[in-house]
Protein backbone atom coordinates (compact mmCIF):
# COMPACT_ATOMS: atom_id res chain seq x y z
CA UNK A 1 0.00 0.00 0.00
CA UNK A 2 2.82 2.51 0.80
CA UNK A 3 4.24 1.65 -2.62
CA UNK A 4 1.25 2.66 -4.26
CA UNK A 5 0.82 5.98 -2.23
CA UNK A 6 4.22 6.78 -2.99
CA UNK A 7 3.97 6.15 -6.61
CA UNK A 8 1.10 8.61 -6.71
CA UNK A 9 2.75 10.97 -5.07
CA UNK A 10 6.05 10.84 -7.56
CA UNK A 11 3.58 11.15 -10.13
CA UNK A 12 2.47 14.30 -8.45
CA UNK A 13 5.49 15.34 -7.42
CA UNK A 14 6.80 15.04 -11.62
CA UNK A 15 3.64 17.71 -12.46
CA UNK A 16 4.89 20.21 -9.49
CA UNK A 17 8.57 20.05 -10.62
CA UNK A 18 7.48 21.05 -14.48
CA UNK A 19 4.82 23.74 -12.98
CA UNK A 20 7.84 24.67 -10.59
CA UNK A 21 10.57 25.22 -13.38
CA UNK A 22 8.69 27.24 -15.46
CA UNK A 23 7.11 29.19 -12.20
CA UNK A 24 11.01 30.22 -11.42
CA UNK A 25 11.36 31.09 -15.46
CA UNK A 26 8.88 33.52 -15.33
CA UNK A 27 10.03 34.99 -11.72
CA UNK A 28 13.53 35.27 -13.29
CA UNK A 29 11.83 37.72 -15.91
CA UNK A 30 9.99 39.23 -13.54
CA UNK A 31 13.96 39.61 -11.84
CA UNK A 32 15.37 40.98 -15.13
CA UNK A 33 12.50 43.54 -15.56
CA UNK A 34 12.64 45.10 -11.94
CA UNK A 35 16.69 45.40 -12.39
CA UNK A 36 15.62 47.14 -15.46
CA UNK A 37 13.74 49.91 -13.75
CA UNK A 38 15.29 49.80 -10.49
CA UNK A 39 12.22 47.94 -8.77
CA UNK A 40 12.19 46.69 -5.12
CA UNK A 41 11.95 42.76 -6.01
CA UNK A 42 9.70 42.30 -2.10
CA UNK A 43 6.43 43.46 -2.95
CA UNK A 44 4.03 42.15 0.20
CA UNK A 45 0.73 43.54 -1.66
CA UNK A 46 1.12 41.32 -4.53
CA UNK A 47 2.42 38.32 -2.55
CA UNK A 48 -0.95 38.62 0.05
CA UNK A 49 -2.83 38.97 -2.96
CA UNK A 50 -1.33 35.93 -4.51
CA UNK A 51 -1.81 34.03 -1.12
CA UNK A 52 -5.23 34.82 -0.58
CA UNK A 53 -6.39 33.73 -4.26
CA UNK A 54 -4.80 30.67 -3.61
CA UNK A 55 -6.33 29.97 0.03
CA UNK A 56 -9.81 30.96 -1.96
CA UNK A 57 -9.21 28.28 -4.52
CA UNK A 58 -8.52 25.71 -2.22
CA UNK A 59 -11.61 23.23 -1.61
CA UNK A 60 -10.42 21.37 1.53
CA UNK A 61 -10.54 24.44 4.51
CA UNK A 62 -8.34 22.10 6.41
CA UNK A 63 -5.70 22.27 3.79
CA UNK A 64 -6.50 26.52 3.17
CA UNK A 65 -3.14 27.38 5.70
CA UNK A 66 -0.69 24.86 3.75
CA UNK A 67 -1.54 26.29 0.86
CA UNK A 68 -0.75 29.92 2.71
CA UNK A 69 2.63 28.60 3.95
CA UNK A 70 3.46 26.49 0.88
CA UNK A 71 3.07 29.86 -1.52
CA UNK A 72 5.10 31.98 1.35
CA UNK A 73 7.42 29.56 0.69
CA UNK A 74 7.57 29.62 -3.16
CA UNK A 75 7.48 33.29 -3.26
CA UNK A 76 10.44 33.71 -1.00
CA UNK A 77 12.10 30.91 -3.69
CA UNK A 78 11.80 33.29 -5.89
CA UNK A 79 12.85 36.38 -4.58
CA UNK A 80 16.06 34.48 -4.03
CA UNK A 81 16.27 33.76 -7.83
CA UNK A 82 15.31 37.45 -8.55
CA UNK A 83 18.16 38.51 -5.84
CA UNK A 84 20.62 36.42 -7.50
CA UNK A 85 19.75 38.32 -10.98
CA UNK A 86 20.15 41.29 -8.99
CA UNK A 87 23.10 40.85 -7.87
CA UNK A 88 24.99 39.72 -11.24
CA UNK A 89 25.32 43.33 -11.74
CA UNK A 90 26.26 44.39 -8.37
CA UNK A 91 30.11 44.95 -7.58
CA UNK A 92 31.47 45.08 -3.78
CA UNK A 93 34.09 47.48 -4.56
CA UNK A 94 35.34 48.18 -1.14
CA UNK A 95 38.79 49.35 -0.91
CA UNK A 96 41.54 47.11 0.89
CA UNK A 97 42.11 48.59 4.69
CA UNK A 98 45.74 49.89 5.19
CA UNK A 99 47.35 48.51 8.41
CA UNK A 100 50.71 48.45 7.53
CA UNK A 101 51.27 51.92 6.91
CA UNK A 102 53.88 53.38 8.98
CA UNK A 103 52.48 56.94 9.33
CA UNK A 104 49.10 56.12 10.16
CA UNK A 105 46.93 57.88 13.45
CA UNK A 106 45.73 55.29 15.73
CA UNK A 107 43.81 56.49 18.88
CA UNK A 108 42.90 54.25 22.10
CA UNK A 109 41.04 56.03 25.10
CA UNK A 110 43.05 55.27 28.11
CA UNK A 111 46.84 56.50 29.44
CA UNK A 112 49.92 54.22 29.12
CA UNK A 113 49.45 50.69 30.28
CA UNK A 114 45.70 50.53 29.18
CA UNK A 115 44.58 47.45 27.65
CA UNK A 116 43.43 49.32 24.88
CA UNK A 117 46.99 50.65 24.43
CA UNK A 118 48.06 47.03 24.64
CA UNK A 119 45.66 45.99 21.82
CA UNK A 120 47.03 48.80 19.94
CA UNK A 121 50.72 47.58 19.70
CA UNK A 122 49.64 44.29 18.98
CA UNK A 123 47.40 45.07 15.71
CA UNK A 124 49.60 47.74 14.60
CA UNK A 125 53.14 46.83 15.48
CA UNK A 126 55.11 49.30 13.71
CA UNK A 127 52.95 52.33 13.74
CA UNK A 128 54.21 55.58 15.28
CA UNK A 129 51.08 57.97 15.48
CA UNK A 130 49.32 56.76 18.28
CA UNK A 131 46.77 59.18 20.20
CA UNK A 132 45.28 59.02 23.49
CA UNK A 133 42.32 60.07 24.51
CA UNK A 134 40.48 60.25 27.89
CA UNK A 135 36.79 58.55 26.91
CA UNK A 136 35.92 56.15 23.94
CA UNK A 137 33.72 58.84 22.96
CA UNK A 138 36.69 61.34 21.79
CA UNK A 139 38.13 57.96 20.33
CA UNK A 140 35.35 57.54 18.33
CA UNK A 141 35.17 61.27 17.41
CA UNK A 142 38.55 61.60 15.92
CA UNK A 143 38.05 58.08 13.62
CA UNK A 144 34.46 59.84 12.77
CA UNK A 145 35.55 63.07 11.73
CA UNK A 146 39.69 61.56 9.82
CA UNK A 147 41.74 63.12 12.35
CA UNK A 148 42.66 59.60 13.32
CA UNK A 149 42.64 57.21 10.29
CA UNK A 150 41.78 54.11 13.10
CA UNK A 151 40.30 53.57 16.80
CA UNK A 152 40.99 51.09 19.16
CA UNK A 153 37.93 49.91 21.65
CA UNK A 154 37.15 46.79 23.90
CA UNK A 155 33.97 45.29 22.31
CA UNK A 156 33.46 42.12 24.39
CA UNK A 157 35.40 40.07 26.91
CA UNK A 158 34.41 36.36 27.48
CA UNK A 159 33.33 37.06 31.14
CA UNK A 160 31.36 40.61 31.18
CA UNK A 161 29.79 40.34 27.70
CA UNK A 162 29.07 43.45 25.03
CA UNK A 163 30.93 46.00 25.73
CA UNK A 164 27.76 48.55 25.21
CA UNK A 165 29.43 52.10 24.91
CA UNK A 166 31.31 50.61 21.88
CA UNK A 167 28.82 48.94 19.80
CA UNK A 168 26.92 52.10 20.95
CA UNK A 169 29.22 54.27 19.26
CA UNK A 170 30.02 52.94 15.99
CA UNK A 171 26.37 53.38 15.43
CA UNK A 172 25.62 56.89 16.40
CA UNK A 173 29.19 58.14 14.86
CA UNK A 174 28.46 56.18 11.30
CA UNK A 175 31.66 53.90 12.15
CA UNK A 176 32.91 50.73 10.69
CA UNK A 177 34.58 47.45 12.45
CA UNK A 178 38.09 47.05 10.11
CA UNK A 179 40.12 44.33 12.26
CA UNK A 180 39.73 42.44 15.53
CA UNK A 181 42.14 41.70 17.69
CA UNK A 182 42.28 39.77 20.98
CA UNK A 183 43.95 40.92 25.02
CA UNK A 184 44.71 38.43 27.92
CA UNK A 185 43.24 40.90 30.36
CA UNK A 186 45.17 39.92 33.70
CA UNK A 187 43.72 42.33 36.45
CA UNK A 188 45.94 43.10 40.07
CA UNK A 189 45.06 44.96 42.68
CA UNK A 190 47.50 47.94 42.41
CA UNK A 191 48.81 50.00 45.43
CA UNK A 192 51.15 52.97 46.23
CA UNK A 193 54.65 51.27 47.27
CA UNK A 194 53.76 52.02 51.34
CA UNK A 195 50.22 50.11 50.78
CA UNK A 196 48.93 46.67 52.16
CA UNK A 197 46.01 44.84 51.46
CA UNK A 198 44.52 45.88 55.08
CA UNK A 199 45.19 50.13 54.28
CA UNK A 200 42.63 50.42 51.28
CA UNK A 201 39.79 52.03 51.66
CA UNK A 202 38.93 52.99 47.91
CA UNK A 203 39.37 51.27 44.81
CA UNK A 204 39.71 52.71 40.95
CA UNK A 205 38.94 51.27 37.99
CA UNK A 206 36.57 51.02 34.68
CA UNK A 207 33.34 49.26 35.74
CA UNK A 208 34.76 46.21 33.47
CA UNK A 209 37.62 46.09 36.10
CA UNK A 210 35.32 45.98 38.55
CA UNK A 211 32.63 43.13 36.66
CA UNK A 212 35.53 40.89 36.32
CA UNK A 213 36.90 41.02 39.53
CA UNK A 214 33.69 40.57 40.89
CA UNK A 215 34.56 37.20 43.46
CA UNK A 216 37.54 39.44 44.89
CA UNK A 217 35.51 42.49 45.57
CA UNK A 218 33.09 40.43 47.11
CA UNK A 219 35.96 38.48 49.95
CA UNK A 220 36.98 42.21 50.65
CA UNK A 221 35.32 44.44 53.46
CA UNK A 222 32.65 45.56 53.23
CA UNK A 223 33.68 49.07 53.95
CA UNK A 224 35.89 49.50 51.03
CA UNK A 225 34.25 51.94 47.97
CA UNK A 226 34.51 51.46 44.59
CA UNK A 227 34.88 54.22 42.29
CA UNK A 228 34.89 54.00 38.58
CA UNK A 229 36.45 55.98 36.22
CA UNK A 230 36.49 56.06 32.53
CA UNK A 231 39.77 53.88 32.19
CA UNK A 232 41.74 50.88 34.10
CA UNK A 233 45.35 52.51 33.34
CA UNK A 234 44.06 56.36 34.16
CA UNK A 235 42.63 55.06 37.65
CA UNK A 236 46.42 53.49 38.60
CA UNK A 237 47.88 56.56 37.15
CA UNK A 238 45.29 58.85 39.38
CA UNK A 239 46.22 56.02 42.56
CA UNK A 240 49.93 57.27 41.86
CA UNK A 241 49.55 60.84 41.78
CA UNK A 242 47.73 60.39 45.08
CA UNK A 243 50.45 58.75 46.60
CA UNK A 244 47.55 57.85 49.43
CA UNK A 245 48.24 54.24 50.72
CA UNK A 246 44.14 54.20 51.50
CA UNK A 247 43.45 53.97 47.29
CA UNK A 248 44.50 51.13 44.64
CA UNK A 249 43.38 50.90 41.64
CA UNK A 250 42.57 46.96 39.58
CA UNK A 251 44.34 47.32 36.30
CA UNK A 252 47.22 45.20 34.64
CA UNK A 253 51.01 44.70 35.42
CA UNK A 254 52.26 47.02 33.06
CA UNK A 255 50.14 49.54 34.45
CA UNK A 256 51.87 49.17 37.67
CA UNK A 257 55.11 49.42 35.92
CA UNK A 258 54.43 52.29 33.99
CA UNK A 259 52.82 54.54 37.21
CA UNK A 260 55.90 52.58 39.87
CA UNK A 261 52.72 51.03 41.71
CA UNK A 262 52.85 47.58 43.72
CA UNK A 263 51.24 44.48 43.06
CA UNK A 264 48.73 44.07 46.07
CA UNK A 265 47.11 41.01 44.77
CA UNK A 266 47.88 39.33 41.01
CA UNK A 267 45.08 37.82 39.08
CA UNK A 268 42.04 39.06 40.72
CA UNK A 269 39.92 38.39 37.66
CA UNK A 270 37.17 35.13 38.05
CA UNK A 271 38.03 34.05 34.97
CA UNK A 272 41.66 32.56 34.11
CA UNK A 273 41.34 32.51 30.61
CA UNK A 274 39.81 36.78 31.07
CA UNK A 275 40.24 38.08 27.34
CA UNK A 276 38.65 40.87 25.63
CA UNK A 277 38.43 41.11 21.87
CA UNK A 278 38.94 44.50 20.65
CA UNK A 279 37.85 46.30 17.54
CA UNK A 280 39.68 48.62 14.99
CA UNK A 281 37.30 51.17 14.04
CA UNK A 282 37.61 53.01 11.05
CA UNK A 283 34.87 55.71 8.96
CA UNK A 284 35.39 53.42 5.70
CA UNK A 285 34.06 50.21 4.88
CA UNK A 286 36.75 47.70 3.73
CA UNK A 287 37.45 44.82 2.41
CA UNK A 288 39.88 42.52 0.94
CA UNK A 289 39.91 38.78 -0.30
CA UNK A 290 41.26 37.85 3.18
CA UNK A 291 38.35 39.47 5.33
CA UNK A 292 36.49 36.20 6.73
CA UNK A 293 33.71 37.88 9.12
CA UNK A 294 31.55 40.05 8.68
CA UNK A 295 29.72 42.37 11.51
CA UNK A 296 26.19 44.05 11.08
CA UNK A 297 23.19 45.31 12.65
CA UNK A 298 19.44 45.34 12.36
CA UNK A 299 16.20 46.21 13.22
CA UNK A 300 12.84 43.60 12.33
CA UNK A 301 9.62 44.50 11.81
CA UNK A 302 6.87 44.37 14.69
CA UNK A 303 5.05 41.03 14.28
CA UNK A 304 5.72 37.47 15.09
CA UNK A 305 8.05 35.38 13.42
CA UNK A 306 9.66 38.29 12.49
CA UNK A 307 13.54 37.44 13.56
CA UNK A 308 12.71 34.07 13.22
CA UNK A 309 12.72 34.96 9.64
CA UNK A 310 15.82 36.73 9.70
CA UNK A 311 17.86 33.81 11.79
CA UNK A 312 16.62 31.60 8.64
CA UNK A 313 17.91 33.28 6.01
CA UNK A 314 21.26 32.79 7.52
CA UNK A 315 20.42 28.72 7.84
CA UNK A 316 18.93 28.90 4.16
CA UNK A 317 22.06 30.47 2.40
CA UNK A 318 24.48 28.27 4.22
CA UNK A 319 25.99 31.47 6.15
CA UNK A 320 27.17 30.60 9.74
CA UNK A 321 25.78 33.20 12.63
CA UNK A 322 28.65 33.36 15.12
CA UNK A 323 27.48 35.90 17.41
CA UNK A 324 23.72 37.65 18.21
CA UNK A 325 23.21 40.28 20.58
CA UNK A 326 20.39 42.77 21.71
CA UNK A 327 20.79 46.60 22.31
CA UNK A 328 17.69 48.92 23.58
CA UNK A 329 16.92 51.51 20.28
CA UNK A 330 17.55 54.87 22.42
CA UNK A 331 14.71 56.66 20.45
CA UNK A 332 12.15 53.53 21.06
CA UNK A 333 11.03 51.87 24.76
CA UNK A 334 11.57 48.90 25.02
CA UNK A 335 12.25 48.01 21.36
CA UNK A 336 15.94 46.46 20.45
CA UNK A 337 18.02 46.24 17.73
CA UNK A 338 20.29 43.25 16.90
CA UNK A 339 24.11 42.93 16.95
CA UNK A 340 25.07 39.84 14.76
CA UNK A 341 28.62 38.81 13.47
CA UNK A 342 28.79 35.90 10.60
CA UNK A 343 31.13 34.37 8.67
CA UNK A 344 32.07 35.49 5.01
CA UNK A 345 33.24 38.30 2.48
CA UNK A 346 31.19 40.84 0.59
CA UNK A 347 31.84 39.08 -2.22
CA UNK A 348 30.72 35.52 -1.68
CA UNK A 349 27.41 35.10 -3.49
CA UNK A 350 25.77 33.00 -0.54
CA UNK A 351 26.52 36.32 1.53
CA UNK A 352 25.26 39.08 -0.99
CA UNK A 353 22.17 36.30 -1.45
CA UNK A 354 21.45 36.66 2.09
CA UNK A 355 22.14 40.25 2.49
CA UNK A 356 19.30 41.07 -0.30
CA UNK A 357 16.63 38.31 1.49
CA UNK A 358 17.18 39.76 5.28
CA UNK A 359 16.16 43.18 3.49
CA UNK A 360 13.19 41.66 2.13
CA UNK A 361 12.03 40.29 5.27
CA UNK A 362 11.51 44.29 5.81
CA UNK A 363 14.01 43.92 8.29
CA UNK A 364 16.77 47.11 8.15
CA UNK A 365 20.48 46.00 7.70
CA UNK A 366 23.28 48.14 8.15
CA UNK A 367 26.65 46.51 7.39
CA UNK A 368 29.45 47.52 10.00
CA UNK A 369 32.46 45.69 8.70
CA UNK A 370 33.89 42.93 7.05
CA UNK A 371 37.24 41.65 8.42
CA UNK A 372 40.02 39.01 9.09
CA UNK A 373 39.34 36.49 12.30
CA UNK A 374 42.29 36.79 15.00
CA UNK A 375 42.12 33.35 16.19
CA UNK A 376 41.66 34.06 20.21
CA UNK A 377 44.33 31.47 21.08
O1 LIG B 1 5.02 39.84 -8.80
C1 LIG B 1 6.18 40.18 -8.55
O2 LIG B 1 6.51 41.38 -8.42
C2 LIG B 1 7.23 39.16 -8.42
O3 LIG B 1 8.40 39.52 -8.33
C3 LIG B 1 6.86 37.72 -8.33
C4 LIG B 1 6.71 37.25 -6.90
C5 LIG B 1 6.22 35.78 -6.99
O4 LIG B 1 7.07 34.90 -6.95
O5 LIG B 1 5.03 35.57 -7.16
C6 LIG B 1 8.01 37.36 -6.21
C7 LIG B 1 8.35 38.38 -5.37
C8 LIG B 1 7.41 39.44 -5.00
O6 LIG B 1 7.52 39.77 -3.64
C9 LIG B 1 6.03 39.12 -5.36
C10 LIG B 1 5.71 38.08 -6.18
Redesign the pocket.
Known sequence: MLEQYRKEIDQIDEQLVDLFEK?MDT?KK??EY?KERGLE????D??KA?IKKRMEQTKNPAYRQYTAEFFED??RI??SL?AKVLNGAQNFLYQPADFLNADLKVVYPGVVGSYSGEALNKFFPAVKHKLNVNTFLEAAKLVANGEADFGVLPFENNSSGAIADTLDLILSEHLFIAGETYVDVRHCLLGTSDAEMEDIKEIYSHNQGFVQSGLFLSSLKADIKCVPMENTALAAKYVAECGNKKKAAIASKLAAESYGLKILKENIHENSGNTTRFVVISNKLTCDNNCDKISAAFTTRHKSGALCDVLAVFARNGVNLMHIESRPLKQKDFSYMFYIDFEGNLADSNVADAITQIK?TGAELILLGNYRTENVR
Open positions: RAVGKIFCPREVIMSRQE
